[in-house]
């Protein structure tokens, strides 16, 4: 139970061998006010029901305590997969910290993958999917890229969790208001993410349908109902779903 540090972030964790592969366990913090491991756990799983392409998880019980294990996307059968952040890419394409969006990440994705439609189009999912749930801390080192067959492409999502803060605005930018968490806000860049004005729309419909069921969700992946509680007046704010 005590924390390692090899693979950054800020809470505590340790990489370890289970199933015969190499798994991310984040424990619970002394801070904590909620099961963080079990929210987390519940969001990638509803991420996954809004067509997310997600890191496996698993939810661990131990006395007392939840530890969430997420399997490694940058390893196979023990070779390695390079791994860069979004942060690292941006840079390099000579964007600077602090003012880095969703849209940029688009540009890197339309250039280097290896589809580069189905990656854009998965991207402005996440960016839709992070509004709803009040993801706000979707930074550029929470999203990646794999190098695979000489291509940058996107690497399964991860870190996903309403923050409970309801700061009201992003960490990426969305479009043209900033980083603010809007839909309309979202929606009007979708251009640059390879999508029509239609498509886009389709697409926060679809999104909007499954979290709606978040705390069935929720309560099926075992986040308890006082934790549910806590997110109520977070997840689908109303300040957020004007388009
Ligand atoms: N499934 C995974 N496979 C490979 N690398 C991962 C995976 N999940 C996370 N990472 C890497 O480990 C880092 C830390 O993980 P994560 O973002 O989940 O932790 P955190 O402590 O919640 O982060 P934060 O500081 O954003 O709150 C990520 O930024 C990413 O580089
Ligand atoms: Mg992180």
């Known amino acids: 139970m005590r924390p390692g540090s090899s693979v950054g972030g800020a ?53 007392g305590q939840h530890v969430l294990l997420v399997r490694r996307f940058d390893r196979d059968a023990g070779q390695r997969i390079h791994f860069a952040s979004a942060r690292t890419l941006l840079i390099a394409d000579g964007l600077r910290e602090g003012d880095m969006g969703y849209a940029d990440l688009a540009d890197v994705l339309r250039r280097e993958a290896r589809a580069p ?11 839709i999917f992070n509004v709803l749930l ?18 940058w492409n996107l690497s399964p999502a991860f870190d996903l969790q309403p923050q409970l803060l309801g700061v009201g605005y992003q960490s990426l930018r969305l479009g043209k208001q900033g980083a603010q968490s809007l839909l309309s806000n979202a929606l009007s860049d979708c251009g640059r993410f390879m999508l029509k004005s239609a498509e886009a729309n389709d697409i926060v419909d679809d999104v909007l349908a499954q979290v709606r069921q978040w705390e ?25 779903m004007g388009r």
């Open 11 to 63: 809470r505590p964790k340790a990489v370890i061998r289970h199933r015969e592969a190499d798994w991310i366990a984040k424990f619970p913090d002394r801070e904590d006010q909620v099961d963080v491991a079990a929210i987390e756990h519940a969001s990638l799983q509803l991420a996954g029901l809004c067509g997310i392409t997600v890191a496996a998880s698993e939810l661990i019980a131990l006395p």
């Open 117 to 127: 439609q189905a990656d854009c189009q998965q991207l402005f999912r996440r960016m």
């Open 134 to 151: 009040e993801n706000t801390d979707d930074h550029e080192k929470n999203h990646a890229l794999l190098f695979q067959q000489g291509h």
């Open 216 to 240: 069935q969700v929720f309560a099926r992946y075992g986040v308890s109902n006082a934790d549910i509680d806590a997110c109520r007046s977070f997840i689908l704010r109303p300040s957020v």
